[in-house]
């Protein structure tokens, strides 16, 4: 049986290191004004706070329709939502919630306002595709997924006042993806139960 408060202690490491990589790199290169760019009340009109949370959680919930569609037609998807649900199996909504905002708001800071402010979109979204490679072949479908995101997490990072639009639409995608798969393995392995005999 998963242990979720170690998966959420595991990724809360991770993702904070990131986090702090992305400080320390942002303050050292200038790039933190680009992370909160929106313009003031005196200034020209531009994006708003509210439409990046309200366009990043559009698009959240487009990919995870997009993810379900993908896990039901294609069976390599398939097969990669049972590899992450065996790791999920489990984890509930709290940690669904925390697993999000840690993975959501670390590699937002790293890939988005460090790397793409470094390097620009197409580089950055492949760097973010390739720390997206699992074990097995199968997992290629999770870096492809990764790189399809990544372009949209950095379109919305360049169009709509930095981290905020990107960072709803990350916490979308993986609140409500870790959620399901979590939920659905811990269904299937009760399934798998041995009946007691009445």
Known sequence: MNNPRRIVSL??????GMLAVGIVWGLARGHIDLWWAFPGPWDEPGPTPVGAAVLGTGL???GVVLSGVMERTVEGVRQL????GMVLAG????????????????????????LQSE??????TLLFALVHVGPERVYLWWT????????????LY?????L??????????????IAMLGRKAAAKNAEALPTPLS
Do not use: K, W
């Open 91 to 114: 984890v509930g909504v709290r940690e669904a919630v925390l697993l999000a905002g840690f993975s959501a708001v670390g590699e937002e800071v790293l890939f988005r306002g460090c």
């Open 81 to 84: 939502g049972d590899r992450f």
């Open 60 to 62: 959240g919930l487009a």
């Open 119 to 124: 390097l620009g979109l197409l580089p950055a």
């Open 158 to 162: 360049d169009t709509q006042g930095g």
């Open 11 to 16: 990724a809360a490491g991770l993702y904070t």
């Open 144 to 155: 492809g997924s990764a790189f399809v995101f990544g372009l949209g997490l950095g379109l």
């Open 164 to 177: 905020l639009g990107p960072i709803v639409m990350h916490f979308v995608i993986n609140v409500i993806n």
